[in-house]
């Protein structure tokens, strides 16, 4: 598998979007939602402005369908982690090979350019239902792109999960985002991921409306999904797992549901594990892999000027 899924380039200055699909080797339908609007791009011969370009993430792990090898590639974007891995200093097996190829891949197609602005996707899939959202810095929730994507928006949840490549990205200059398009190998996921793509390139000045109107047959999918769900939710509350603590999650949850306070949501080696606040569940673990047992998110209300 090559870790190049496509690259245009276009004759005026525009943006630089960066696409990344499998950064999670068992969240694959972001790959094929790329090349599908990149297919389209090339057969129908749309002008585009700036340069897009699309990347395989951990490839290993796809051809074996897992989540990971040894380490989850999405927790391993340090500046001290890339300086030991070009020493030869691998801290995170069979990912470090992976970590590098992408890292130099990204990297080079910053050089010498000049972009009105910088805008990064990470594409993922979640284990549960309604694993629609975006996954933001605060101080980008109000781009025009993300709001275009008209899914909940999460805040603050680099303070949770460290070294994501998206706080990575979002320190270089990037309007960096990670864009969950639903449950894992699903169709669903296909076409919200399809939809959002033609969303970011229309918003970030890529395309014309006119092109994004005719290429983009998913386009109402976005607005529905996220009608009668929360537009801003911060996290309460992260239960963390370890292979050790035999956890699984009580069948039945899915994002954003309401809980109560001692709410039975799993169990685990010692016994059931409670909800310890009111709010709504959030990435509940139904996989075998993953570090993540089960958030709780409250919705954030929207400051009204009177």
Request: proline share 4%; aromatic share 10%.
């Amino acid at each position: 598998m090559e870790r190049l899924l496509g690259k245009i380039e276009g004759s005026e200055k525009g943006p630089l979007v960066v696409c990344v699909a499998g950064l999670h080797g068992n969240e694959q339908i972001g790959i094929h939602a790329f090349r599908n609007v990149f297919s389209a791009i090339q057969k129908h011969s749309i002008k585009i402005k700036g340069k897009l370009v699309g990347f395989c993430g951990n490839i290993s792990a796809i051809t074996t369908n897992r989540r990971y090898i040894d380490y989850d590639m999405n927790r391993v974007w340090f500046d001290h982690i890339l300086e030991d891995i070009s020493k030869g200093q691998s801290p995170i097996g069979a990912e470090s090979k992976q970590v590098e190829e992408l890292y130099h891949a990204i990297e080079a197609e910053l050089v010498g350019g000049d972009y009105t602005c910088l805008i990064f996707a990470d594409l993922h899939a979640t284990s549960s239902v309604n694993g629609n959202f975006v996954v933001i810095p605060e101080d980008e929730a109000d781009h025009p792109v993300i709001k275009s994507l008209k899914l909940p928006v999460v805040l603050e949840i680099d303070k949770y999960l460290e070294g994501t490549l998206l706080a990575y990205y979002h320190k270089k200059g990037f309007i960096s985002f990670a864009f969950e398009g639903g449950t894992i190998g699903t169709e669903h996921v296909y076409q919200l991921h399809t939809s959002g793509l033609w969303e970011i390139l229309d918003k970030a000045g890529m395309i014309s409306e006119h092109d994004h109107e005719v290429e983009d047959h998913y386009a109402n999918l976005l607005a529905s999904v996220g009608a009668g769900l929360p537009r801003s939710v911060a996290i309460l509350y992260h239960h963390k797992v370890k292979p050790t603590d035999q956890f699984r999650m009580l069948p039945g949850y899915k994002n954003f549901q309401p809980i109560h306070k001692g709410q039975h949501l799993a169990i685990d080696y010692a016994g059931n594990i409670l909800a310890p606040f009111d709010g709504m569940i959030f990435m509940p673990l139904y996989q075998s892999e993953g570090e993540d047992g089960f958030f709780i998110v409250e919705e954030v209300k929207a400051n009204i000027s009177v």
